[in-house]
Structures are given as structure tokens and as C-alpha cells.
């Protein structure tokens, strides 16, 4: 719970230094954006529903996850995403076991593209899934992880 908190302290503190600068965004409009239903849901699914609606994801071999297949300490756990689909908006991950299953969401100018390189948490041994959003709609990808120690208490 403090690293949700740290994070939004952030996000404020950036949206606060934003709006002084430019003199028109506001505080209340950059927490707008702020997914908090999708990092409030109890499953993948009901995440993605709240990050995409509608959409539905189709399964994808174009994104590569490398991660281990066994994790010793589920606190720690290093995570490579990249993928040959074009105009990349969003990438999320999800750990279907964790108690916020949204681990990750990075957004994406039209500049930057993945890869992406993370250090995780996983409660248990589970699904690693990434979604990806472009124009096109959203994909996904799924791994399985052993995890020897959870690392979400």
C-alpha cells in the first residue's frame, strides 16, 4: 500500500509542477487520468476491463516475455518485454495470483517503443500476462512462473 501511495504522491507532485509551468493542467484532471480501477481489480480480467472496456484482447506470438521459469524470491523477479508490433500506445503487466493483479502500466509517446525492462513482485507461482495496446486493438501474451517465495504479503 505505501508504494501505491509513493506512486500517486509522485504522480501529484508531477501534475502540480506541470500545471505551475504551464499554467493549464490541473491537479484534479492528472489524477483523472490515473487508472484506478484497473489497479483496484481483483482479477486480470476485470483489470483489463477497466483499462480497455470493450476491446478484446487477442493472443499474440509477436510479444517475448523473458522472465525465469523459477523464481527463488517472488520480490525480485526481472522481466524483459519487447515485441515487433508497431505503434505500441500501452503495455501492461499482470500477475493473475497477486492481490493487484495490474503489477505495471507504461505508456508510450509516439517516439518510444518497447523494450521493456522491469524488476516484478509475484505473490505465487502464476500467469505472467502483458497486454499490449495499439490502434489495431489490444494483444496479449502469457507465461508461466514458478515462484519458490512469494514476494506480495
Same mark, same amino acid.
Given at each position: 500500500?505505501?508504494?501505491?501511495?509513493?506512486?500517486?504522491?509522485?504522480?501529484?507532485?508531477?501534475?502540480?509542477w506541470l500545471g505551475v509551468r504551464s499554467g493549464v493542467l490541473r491537479l484534479r484532471e492528472a489524477m483523472a487520468a490515473w487508472?484506478?480501477?484497473?489497479?483496484?481489480?481483483?482479477?486480470?480480467?476485470?483489470a483489463?476491463?477497466?483499462?480497455?472496456?470493450s476491446q478484446h484482447t487477442r493472443g499474440s506470438d509477436e510479444?517475448?516475455?523473458?522472465i525465469p521459469d523459477l523464481a527463488e524470491n517472488g520480490a525480485v523477479v526481472p522481466i524483459k518485454i519487447n515485441t515487433t508490433i508497431t505503434g505500441v500506445e500501452e503495455l501492461c503487466i499482470f500477475?493473475?495470483?497477486n492481490p493487484v493483479p495490474l503489477i505495471a502500466r507504461? $505508456? %508510450?509517446?509516439?517516439?518510444?517503443?518497447?523494450? #521493456? *525492462?522491469?524488476?516484478?513482485?509475484?505473490?505465487d507461482s502464476s500467469n505472467v500476462v502483458?497486454?499490449?495496446?495499439?490502434?489495431?486493438? $489490444? %494483444?496479449?501474451?502469457?507465461?508461466?512462473?514458478? #515462484? *519458490?517465495?512469494?514476494?506480495?504479503?
Open positions: 500500500m505505501k508504494r501505491r501511495q509513493l506512486l500517486k504522491s509522485g504522480v501529484a507532485l508531477g501534475a502540480m487508472p484506478r480501477q484497473a489497479f483496484e481489480g481483483d482479477s486480470v480480467s476485470a483489463l476491463q477497466a483499462l480497455y472496456g510479444i517475448g516475455i523473458d500477475g493473475d495470483k507504461f $505508456v %508510450f509517446s509516439t517516439r518510444a517503443a518497447p523494450p #521493456v *525492462s522491469t524488476r516484478i513482485k509475484l505473490a502483458v497486454a499490449v495496446k495499439t490502434a489495431a486493438g $489490444v %494483444f496479449r501474451r502469457e507465461r508461466w512462473i514458478e #515462484v *519458490s517465495e512469494g514476494g506480495c504479503g
